[in-house]
């Protein structure tokens, strides 16, 4: 199970941390990955980080404002959100990673709302 927090209503420019805690299975076998869906519009990569948090991965336009993290002791998966805009408006879900792009357990979503 997959359970996100952290999600709020932020001015431009503002930050938030986002939080995905996992139960019920081995959280430090499995990369993990967060995702987002803005009203409207299909949901979409946003950030990953591999099992050790070696290696991670974001889209374009999140690039140098927002920062996975995850901490295995405590089977959380972070996301630093900074210098939000308005566009960064939407549901976001954290997912652990089956293969090659692909996710099998997602959360609920947690909402984030920036106004301009």
């Known amino acids: 199970q997959l359970v996100e927090s952290g999600g709020g209503l932020v001015q431009a420019g503002g930050s938030l941390r986002l939080s995905c805690a996992a139960s019920g299975g081995t959280f430090s076998s499995y990369g993990m990955g967060w995702f987002r869906q803005a009203p409207g519009k299909e949901r979409e990569f946003v950030a990953s980080i591999t099992v050790n948090g070696g290696n991670t991965a974001y889209t374009d336009s999140v690039k140098g404002r927002f920062t996975i993290s995850r901490d295995n002791r405590k089977n959380t998966v972070y996301l630093q959100m900074n210098s939000l805009k308005p566009e960064d408006t939407a549901l976001y879900y954290c997912?652990?990673?089956?293969?090659?792009?692909?996710?099998?357990?997602w959360g609920q979503g947690t909402l984030v709302t920036v106004s301009s």
């Open positions: 997912a652990r990673v089956a293969g090659p792009n692909t996710y099998d357990y």
